[in-house]
């Protein structure tokens, strides 16, 4: 006889998800095995469910491909903008700073 053993995805299953699986099992007595397989069948039940799992399941693996060449560019870019964003923002920081140490310079002995 065949071994149908299923794990789960440590890189999909949280530890929080883990947590909750274990509260839930725990809480109605029900093993892991069990309760995960009625809710794959529940899933497996219905086309509009199946359609929108394996839609999530593609874009889970789409999100864990490593960049390409052209995103890392694209990336590359976005970050020497958000740098280029911070040096001014870290400019018009220091001399409102200055200015306010100025205003309050000028204004100390009226």
């Known amino acids: 006889m065949a071994n149908n053993t299923v794990s789960l995805s440590?890189?999909?299953f949280s530890d929080e998800d883990m947590d909750k699986l274990r509260v839930i099992c725990?809480?109605?007595k029900f093993g892991y095995a069990l309760f995960c397989g009625v809710v794959v069948s529940d899933v497996l039940s219905n086309e509009e469910s199946i359609e929108k799992y394996i839609n999530l399941a593609q874009q889970f693996e789409d999100d864990q491909a490593p960049a390409t060449i052209a995103e890392m560019k694209m990336l590359k870019v976005q970050l020497r903008?958000?740098?280029?964003?911070?040096a001014q923002l870290r400019a018009f920081k220091e001399t409102?700073?200055?200015?306010v140490a100025e205003y309050r310079n000028n204004n100390a002995y009226r």
């Open 96 to 99: 409102a700073l200055n200015d």
């Open 10 to 12: 440590r890189r999909v």
């Open 26 to 28: 725990d809480e109605h």
């Open 81 to 86: 903008q958000y740098e280029e964003e911070l």
